[in-house]
Structures are given as C-alpha cells and as structure tokens.
C-alpha cells in the first residue's frame, strides 16, 4: 500500500500538538474515556455479581482478565491525558517524551490470550477486545510520535530517520 503524494506530505507535518489538535485525537480520547467509564461500571456492577457464579477455575481467569482490562485502560487513559495536557499547554512536548509518560505495561496489556476465555461472561470477553484494541492503537501513536528516541518534533524525522537507513533517491513515490 503507498501513500499518495499529499498523504505522504501530511504525514511529514505531523507533529505532537497537530496530531493532539485533531479529530483523530478527540475521537480516540473520547473512546478511551467512555470505555473506562464503561468498563468500571460493568465491573463494580453486574459483572461482579456475574463472577459469583462462574466455577472456580473461570473466577480466577476472570480476575486476571479484570486486571488485564484495568491495566490496558488506565495505561490508555494516562497516555490520553498526558497528550491532552500537552495540547493545552499544561506540560512541555519534550517532557511527554520522559518514561514515565509513555504507554507502559506492554508485557500485561499486549500478552496472549489466556486459555479458557470462552468461560467469561461474554460482556467481559467483549471488554477485553475493544480494551485490547484501543491499547495496540495508542501503541503504535506512541511508537509513531515518540518511537525510537525520536522527540516529539513528528514524524518527519521517522521518515528521514528511514530514509537514511534504506537510502532515497529524493523522490516521493
């Protein structure tokens, strides 16, 4: 798949406080929030009283898998609000950069399917896939703004950074 001319081009100005500024951001930052809400309301409510009758083996899959819920969405939600800020000028572009603003806990939020998760109640199992999905979609925003030891300056310096690795001719194709 190749990007035409003007997708390439607008993918070269892309830039933290563009990208924070954009419909894609709000859309993907309203999600986040609404499947947090979502997600705490299912858990403290009916999916407790869901996880009293599963047999022993499905309640402990279950706890794990609430935690690995949890984990996902408020490792989202943090890296959400931390590019919000930066929009609104509350912390510097370069500081989002820093560790511990980044997406973390990729070992607990990305690992495998745990065996066994059709004995979930389906509105869990539907909770861990949309969580997963918005996780790996904030994953790769993360590698592509702030991926490696690139500054939040954009993109552009990604596509250079690639362009000198597996030369260019110069031109755009």
């Known amino acids: 798949m190749s990007l035409s001319g003007s997708d390439d081009e607008n993918f070269r100005e892309l830039t933290l406080q563009n990208f924070t500024g954009s419909a894609l951001f709000e859309r993907t930052f309203d999600e986040g929030m609404s499947?947090?809400?979502?997600?705490a309301r299912y858990l403290d409510g009916r999916g407790r009283?869901?996880?009293?009758?599963?047999?022993?083996?499905?309640?402990?899959?279950y706890a794990?898998?609430?935690?690995?819920?949890?984990?996902?969405?408020?490792?989202?939600?943090?890296?959400?609000?931390?590019?919000?800020?930066?929009?609104?000028g509350d912390m510097e572009p370069e500081l989002a950069n820093d560790d511990r603003y980044r997406l973390g806990s990729k070992e607990i939020c990305l690992g495998g399917k745990a065996d066994g998760l059709e004995?979930?109640?389906?509105?869990?199992?539907?909770?861990?896939?949309?969580?997963?999905?918005?996780?790996?979609?904030?994953a790769r925003l993360d590698d592509v703004l702030f991926g490696n030891g690139l500054r939040p300056a954009g993109v552009?310096?990604?596509f250079d950074r690639l362009n000198q690795a597996f030369g260019s001719s110069g031109k755009n194709n």
């Open 35 to 39: 499947l947090v809400e979502e997600t």
């Open 49 to 61: 009283e869901e996880s009293r009758d599963l047999p022993r083996k499905a309640a402990l899959l």
């Open 64 to 88: 794990g898998e609430s935690m690995r819920v949890t984990t996902r969405l408020m490792q989202a939600a943090s890296w959400l609000l931390v590019q919000r800020a930066v929009h609104e």
């Open 119 to 138: 004995m979930l109640p389906t509105t869990l199992q539907e909770l861990l896939d949309r969580s997963d999905n918005l996780y790996r979609r904030i």
């Open 156 to 158: 552009k310096s990604h």
